[in-house]
């Protein structure tokens, strides 16, 4: 595709589901990222892959957020035992090349999750 | 650490009329890139413009341009000749050493015809 595509769009969960999210990056982009975004707030960085590196994770709130990026395309968040607090959307971004430096991010729409 | 602060919630602009947006920024790192993007009622964040600490002039992007002020830390984005399209939350964000984006908290903008 063109651009960053997520999945799903909109997720609920009941308190203590495990929830998977998905991301499509940009065919080709080496960098890709996470990120949660509360409802009124900014975006807030959760971790960030280098092909199936995985070199920050800094940003993960706790053991039961785990990301990964297999074959250094498509990556997955997960979540395991949802709670209230975990509701917000799950923004994905990936970027062109690695490093640091002038890159632009592309990001998807989100996934908006809802833990109830 | 990086810090990033959008002290305008929201704001009213009327169309056809230039607006700036407000941003401040912290960060000990002498490299330094700042970005703004903005993210309309359908989620996307769509980039706007980039202002690389090292450049010596402010940045310009069609109707958006950067007034970038290395000493006050401040880099704050103006639009100009407002559109009804422009209605949408803008960010600032700021990527130093690593490399992730710090967002600030957004300030809504809402054009008025």
């Known amino acids: 595709g063109a651009g960053v595509s997520q999945s799903p769009r909109y997720k609920v969960a009941k308190r203590g589901q495990d929830v998977a999210l998905r991301c499509d990056p940009i065919s080709g982009h080496v960098s890709l990222f996470w990120y949660q975004q509360a409802l009124g707030q900014g975006p807030e960085f959760l971790t960030y892959?280098?092909?199936?590196?995985?070199?920050?994770k800094s940003g993960l709130p706790s053991d039961r957020f785990f990301a990964e990026r297999p074959e250094g395309s498509v990556s997955t968040l997960k979540i395991q035992r949802t709670q209230q607090e975990d509701s917000a959307v799950y923004l994905c971004a990936s970027s062109l090349a690695a490093g640091t430096g002038y890159e632009k991010l592309f990001f998807g729409s989100g996934t908006q999750l809802s833990v109830l | 650490a990086q810090k990033i602060t959008q002290t305008q919630p929201g704001m009213f602009v009327q169309e056809k009329e230039a607006v700036t947006l407000d941003c401040t920024y912290d960060t000990s790192d002498p490299s330094y890139g700042l970005f703004w993007y903005k993210q309309p009622s359908s989620g996307e964040m769509i980039f706007l413009i980039y202002?690389?600490?090292?450049?010596?002039q402010n940045a310009t992007e069609g109707r958006y341009s950067l007034n970038f002020q290395k000493a006050r830390k401040s880099a704050n984005l103006v639009i100009s000749a407002s559109q009804l399209g422009d209605s949408a939350m803008y960010f600032c964000?700021?990527?130093?050493?690593?490399?992730?984006?710090?967002f600030g908290g957004g300030t809504r903008v809402l054009v008025k015809p």
């Open positions: 892959f280098q092909n199936e590196a995985q070199l920050d």
């Open positions: 964000a700021l990527k130093a050493a690593g490399n992730k984006l710090t």
């Open positions: 202002q690389g600490s090292y450049d010596q």
